[in-house]
């Protein structure tokens, strides 16, 4: 900000100086007049160097206020002289008083001599008095003090440090500083300190001492602790099984079976942490005291050493647990499995107790964090040896054993998802493992097996060969001795299989898993239709050479079916899944690929059988004269062969199978039949000889129906209709009007099986009877025959139509 200079009034210097002057004078003035501080007015008039301004100033202040003085004076003279006068008139009666006061004085001391001399006596003695008296409480302190001092010593001596130590902050709180001697005090100055650290010592000795004994017990501990899970989990099973069986007797309608489940009342009473195995002091059965854990903690408190006990006792806990985990590279895991998760569900069930019973000694925080460390640790363990392990048996005793584990820690609220969840990550490779032994078992069983029925001479064989698997064909007992419509093989793979779906449900129970029955439906699919169906192939294409070897293959297919039955129902019924929920829904017989190659292998056998009978069609003359009225050689010997088989059948195998495999049988005779006729052997052949093979087709299917007494009428009709080519073709040869055939209406209705071009060939080959050697000369002047016209006229119109 700019200023403008403007011209000022000159003015003179003296006129500066006088108003300076009336300043400070006015300023000096009212300081005297407040009673202010005149020492900042000295400092500036020395500063400035004129001082005698100052005292100018002050004379002429007191000048000023003399006339004010005289003022005052004269307004209170008179009074003054009036307060004179008083004075003087009180001085004579100052002197009686003084006079009266001495006269006083010396009476009194005449009196008070006495009793001044027995005051000095009674302070003397007051003073001895008070002497005695502190001398008395002095004794009384050293007194109680040596006394403490004795009962400590006695208490140090039967190890009862706790009162030991409260002896000692008596005596240091009450009598230290109250402490007449010298000596006993410095005594006791130097001996509490040493009591203490005594004290700290012994305990700490015996707190060491409990740690080591402690880490001895939790092995004990945690192994009892799973045991009682195991015998719970068992006494669990039992009481399904039993449910199980009312299951089945109230399935199978037994109404005059009454049953009930019970469960046993446990005698074992609670766990392991409760009362029976550890009480509030500590001791228990095994051991589990905790007395000294809780003395040593009680003691250090009481030495004002609480925290410093608490970070000790979580650092040494912390290296026991660490020094757990390592796992012993000279010994199996199998056989050190136990101790370890043993060794580690002690710990962990001691540290509940603590973390309840010791008043904030560890802090839950830190048990969950070493609990955290401890899963981990043993995932990583479980991982490690997971990975190695070739055997699934080894993996379910240690799957076993950890679920316990975890089952028994549960109890005591800690977490085991992560455990669970590294059972579950080696599901698959478990049943793999399981898989491969099964595939060698079940290859093994098969080999062993000598393919002849089962004889079993007791009930209770047939109980656990049989009835154990539910592949019983009636409800009623059979007689012993019994033969088995199947072989070995059966109740060997059964149980394999039973076995199977048992391990697959025990490595999948108590898993976390709680509807676990699609997994083990799933590798129990893998087993049937890879595993047992494979086998029972290779067996089938390599081993079977013999009739009655490929019917008792088929036979056991069958059994083997009602075996799937149960196989599927066992394995809800371990899993906990209800049968109305399991039997939901059709599924495929899984053995489908061997049942079917075993009845292929049993037809395919029966038709090689066929094929030798067939071969004495060879012997047939089919240009006879007469028609054979009993029918062909060949026939007769097949339907005995059949009759024979049947009958051997019927022990074994299931009349649909029967039936299945005698109607191929009979389609393949039908089909050689026509064959027969159709190929080159067969030059030619006559009317006569066509009516020996209707002889033949009616044997077969009065055969056929013969087997109406074992088979429906339904099926023998089926049976019967497996001759239907070879029927069909003698009827249209037989028949006086074979043109028909050309009919579609006739055709569709009559001889639908029949293939035009087969027809054509055979027809070429029939002769009539009147066609003999020299038969132009014979038959001359002879009618024409209309079936051999109309079977001309079929011929030529097939001939034109292929």
């Given at each position: 900000?700019?200023?403008?200079?403007?011209?000022?009034?000159?003015?003179?210097?003296?006129?500066?100086?006088?108003?300076?002057?009336?300043?400070?004078?006015?300023?000096?003035?009212?300081?005297?007049?407040?009673?202010?501080?005149?020492?900042?007015?000295?400092?500036?008039?020395?500063?400035?160097?004129?001082?005698?301004?100052?005292?100018?100033?002050?004379?002429?202040?007191?000048?000023?206020?003399?006339?004010?003085?005289?003022?005052?004076?004269?307004?209170?003279?008179?009074?003054?002289?009036?307060?004179?006068?008083?004075?003087?008139?009180?001085?004579?009666?100052?002197?009686?008083?003084?006079?009266?006061?001495?006269?006083?004085?010396?009476?009194?001391?005449?009196?008070?001599?006495?009793?001044?001399?027995?005051?000095?006596?009674?302070?003397?003695?007051?003073?001895?008095?008070?002497?005695?008296?502190?001398?008395?409480?002095?004794?009384?302190?050293?007194?109680r003090?040596?006394?403490?001092?004795?009962?400590?010593?006695?208490?140090l001596?039967?190890?009862?440090?706790?009162?030991?130590?409260?002896?000692?902050?008596?005596?240091?709180?009450?009598?230290?500083?109250?402490?007449?001697?010298?000596?006993?005090?410095?005594?006791?100055?130097?001996?509490?300190?040493?009591?203490?650290?005594?004290?700290e010592?012994?305990?700490?000795?015996?707190?060491?001492?409990?740690?080591?004994?402690?880490?001895?017990?939790?092995?004990?501990?945690?192994?009892?602790?799973?045991?009682?899970?195991?015998?719970?989990?068992?006494?669990?099973?039992?009481?399904?099984?039993?449910?199980?069986?009312?299951?089945?007797?109230?399935?199978?309608?037994?109404?005059?079976?009454?049953?009930?489940?019970?469960?046993?009342?446990?005698?074992?009473?609670?766990?392991?942490?409760?009362?029976?195995?550890?009480?509030?002091?500590?001791s228990?059965?095994?051991?589990?005291?905790l007395?000294?854990?809780?003395?040593?903690?009680?003691?250090?408190?009481?030495?004002?050493?609480?925290?410093?006990?608490?970070?000790?006792?979580?650092?040494?806990?912390?290296?026991?647990?660490?020094?757990?985990?390592?796992?012993?590279?000279?010994?199996?895991f199998?056989?050190?499995?136990?101790?370890?998760?043993?060794?580690?569900?002690?710990?962990?069930?001691?540290?509940?107790?603590v973390?309840?019973?010791?008043?904030?000694?560890?802090?839950k925080?830190?048990?969950?964090?070493?609990?955290?460390?401890?899963?981990?640790?043993?995932?990583?363990?479980?991982?490690d040896?997971?990975?190695?392990?070739?055997?699934?048996?080894?993996?379910?005793?240690?799957?076993?054993?950890?679920?316990?584990?975890?089952?028994?820690?549960?109890?005591?609220?800690?977490?085991i998802?992560?455990?669970?969840?590294?059972?579950?990550?080696?599901?698959?490779?478990?049943?793999?493992?399981?898989?491969?032994?099964?595939?060698?078992?079940?290859?093994?069983?098969?080999a062993?097996?000598?393919?002849?029925?089962?004889?079993?001479?007791?009930?209770?064989?047939?109980?656990?060969?049989?009835?154990?698997?539910?592949?019983?064909?009636?409800?009623?007992?059979?007689?012993?001795?019994?033969?088995?419509?199947?072989?070995?093989?059966v109740?060997?793979?059964?149980?394999?299989?039973?076995?199977?779906?048992?391990?697959?449900?025990?490595?999948?129970?108590?898993?976390?898993q709680?509807d676990?029955y699609?997994?083990?439906?799933?590798?129990?699919?893998?087993?049937?239709?890879?595993?047992?169906?494979?086998?029972?192939?290779?067996?089938?294409?390599?081993?079977?050479?013999?009739?009655?070897?490929?019917?008792?293959?088929?036979?056991?297919?069958?059994?083997?079916?009602?075996?799937?039955?149960?196989?599927?129902?066992?394995a809800?019924?371990?899993?906990?899944?209800?049968?109305?929920?399991?039997?939901?829904?059709?599924?495929?017989?899984p053995?489908?690929?061997?049942?079917?190659?075993?009845?292929?292998?049993?037809s395919?056998?029966?038709?090689?059988?066929?094929?030798?009978?067939?071969?004495?069609?060879?012997?047939?003359?089919?240009?006879?004269?007469?028609?054979p009225?009993s029918?062909?050689?060949?026939?007769?010997?097949?339907?005995?062969?059949?009759?024979?088989?049947?009958?051997?059948?019927?022990?074994?195998?299931?009349?649909?199978?029967?039936?299945?495999?005698?109607q191929?049988?009979?389609?393949?005779?039908?089909?050689?039949?026509?064959?027969?006729?159709?190929?080159?052997?067969?030059?030619?052949?006559?009317?006569?000889?066509?009516?020996?093979?209707?002889?033949?087709?009616?044997?077969?299917?009065?055969?056929?129906?013969?087997?109406a007494?074992?088979?429906?009428?339904?099926?023998?009709?089926?049976?019967?209709?497996?001759?239907?080519?070879?029927?069909?073709?003698?009827?249209l040869?037989?028949?006086?009007?074979?043109?028909?055939?050309l009919?579609?209406?006739?055709?569709?209705?009559?001889?639908?099986?029949?293939?035009?071009?087969?027809?054509?060939?055979?027809s070429?080959?029939?002769?009539?009877?009147?066609?003999?050697?020299?038969?132009?000369?014979?038959g001359r002047?002879?009618k024409?025959?209309?079936?051999?016209?109309?079977?001309?006229?079929?011929?030529?119109?097939?001939?034109?139509?292929s």
């Amino acid at each position: 900000m700019q200023t403008t200079s403007k011209p000022s009034r000159r003015k003179h210097p003296n006129d500066d100086d006088d108003s300076s002057e009336k300043l400070d004078l006015l300023l000096l003035s009212s300081a005297i007049c407040n009673n202010d501080d005149l020492g900042p007015f000295v400092r500036k008039a020395f500063t400035s160097g004129k001082p005698d301004t100052l005292l100018h100033h002050l004379r002429h202040f007191t000048r000023s206020k003399e006339s004010e003085i005289e003022e005052v004076c004269k307004a209170h003279y008179q009074d003054f002289i009036m307060a004179v006068d008083d004075l003087r008139s009180l001085l004579s009666d100052v002197d009686s008083l003084k006079t009266s006061l001495s006269s006083s004085n010396q009476t009194l001391q005449s009196v008070a001599t006495p009793l001044l001399t027995a005051l000095d006596e009674f302070v003397v003695a007051k003073t001895v008095s008070e002497n005695v008296r502190r001398a008395v409480d002095d004794v009384e302190v050293c007194v109680r003090a040596v006394e403490l001092c004795g009962r400590a010593n006695l208490y140090l001596s039967k190890d009862n440090f706790y009162m030991a130590l409260k002896c000692v902050d008596m005596i240091e709180r009450e009598y230290l500083v109250r402490m007449p001697s010298s000596t006993v005090r410095r005594m006791l100055e130097r001996s509490i300190p040493g009591v203490r650290g005594f004290v700290e010592r012994r305990i700490s000795k015996e707190f060491g001492d409990w740690l080591v004994e402690i880490r001895s017990v939790s092995r004990n501990l945690g192994q009892l602790a799973i045991g009682q899970a195991s015998a719970g989990r068992q006494r669990e099973e039992e009481l399904r099984i039993k449910q199980r069986q009312a299951e089945e007797q109230s399935r199978s309608s037994l109404r005059d079976c009454v049953y009930a489940l019970v469960e046993e009342e446990e005698s074992d009473g609670g766990g392991v942490g409760d009362d029976k195995y550890s009480n509030g002091a500590g001791s228990g059965l095994l051991g589990f005291d905790l007395t000294p854990l809780y003395r040593a903690s009680h003691i250090h408190e009481t030495l004002g050493l609480e925290n410093r006990f608490k970070q000790y006792y979580f650092e040494n806990r912390k290296l026991q647990l660490t020094s757990d985990f390592q796992v012993s590279s000279m010994t199996p895991f199998l056989e050190s499995h136990q101790t370890f998760f043993a060794q580690i569900a002690g710990f962990f069930i001691v540290e509940d107790r603590v973390l309840r019973t010791s008043g904030g000694l560890i802090s839950k925080l830190e048990v969950e964090n070493l609990w955290e460390t401890a899963v981990s640790k043993m995932c990583a363990v479980l991982e490690d040896q997971f990975s190695r392990m070739q055997t699934a048996n080894h993996l379910l005793l240690i799957k076993d054993y950890v679920s316990l584990l975890g089952v028994t820690l549960r109890r005591y609220g800690y977490p085991i998802d992560a455990l669970l969840d590294v059972l579950s990550k080696h599901r698959d490779k478990y049943h793999e493992l399981l898989l491969s032994d099964c595939r060698k078992l079940i290859g093994e069983a098969l080999a062993a097996d000598n393919f002849q029925q089962m004889l079993m001479r007791k009930e209770y064989e047939y109980d656990m060969n049989v009835l154990s698997f539910q592949i019983q064909t009636s409800e009623s007992m059979p007689a012993f001795p019994y033969a088995s419509p199947f072989s070995s093989m059966v109740p060997d793979c059964c149980r394999i299989i039973r076995s199977f779906i048992e391990d697959s449900v025990s490595f999948m129970s108590y898993g976390g898993q709680l509807d676990f029955y699609d997994v083990v439906k799933k590798y129990l699919d893998r087993l049937l239709n890879e595993v047992m169906d494979g086998a029972l192939m290779k067996l089938i294409d390599s081993s079977v050479n013999k009739v009655t070897q490929a019917m008792l293959v088929a036979a056991n297919m069958a059994v083997f079916e009602r075996a799937c039955d149960f196989f599927f129902r066992h394995a809800a019924q371990l899993s906990g899944i209800p049968l109305r929920m399991a039997e939901r829904g059709k599924r495929q017989y899984p053995l489908k690929n061997a049942r079917e190659a075993a009845e292929e292998m049993l037809s395919g056998m029966f038709k090689s059988e066929v094929n030798g009978f067939m071969l004495l069609m060879e012997n047939i003359n089919w240009l006879t004269d007469e028609p054979p009225p009993s029918g062909n050689e060949y026939v007769n010997e097949l339907i005995i062969y059949l009759e024979a088989m049947i009958s051997t059948a019927q022990q074994i195998l299931p009349e649909q199978l029967i039936k299945r495999v005698i109607q191929d049988v009979l389609s393949y005779t039908s089909e050689n039949i026509v064959k027969v006729l159709q190929g080159d052997s067969v030059k030619r052949f006559n009317v006569n000889a066509v009516m020996g093979i209707d002889v033949d087709i009616r044997l077969l299917e009065s055969f056929a129906e013969n087997q109406a007494n074992h088979l429906s009428d339904a099926d023998a009709n089926q049976l019967k209709s497996a001759l239907t080519e070879s029927r069909q073709l003698v009827n249209l040869l037989l028949s006086n009007h074979p043109e028909n055939f050309l009919n579609p209406v006739i055709r569709e209705r009559s001889y639908n099986t029949l293939d035009y071009r087969k027809v054509a060939t055979i027809s070429e080959k029939l002769r009539d009877p009147s066609e003999r050697m020299f038969g132009s000369f014979s038959g001359r002047g002879m009618k024409p025959n209309p079936k051999k016209k109309s079977l001309d006229a079929l011929i030529k119109r097939l001939k034109d139509a292929s």
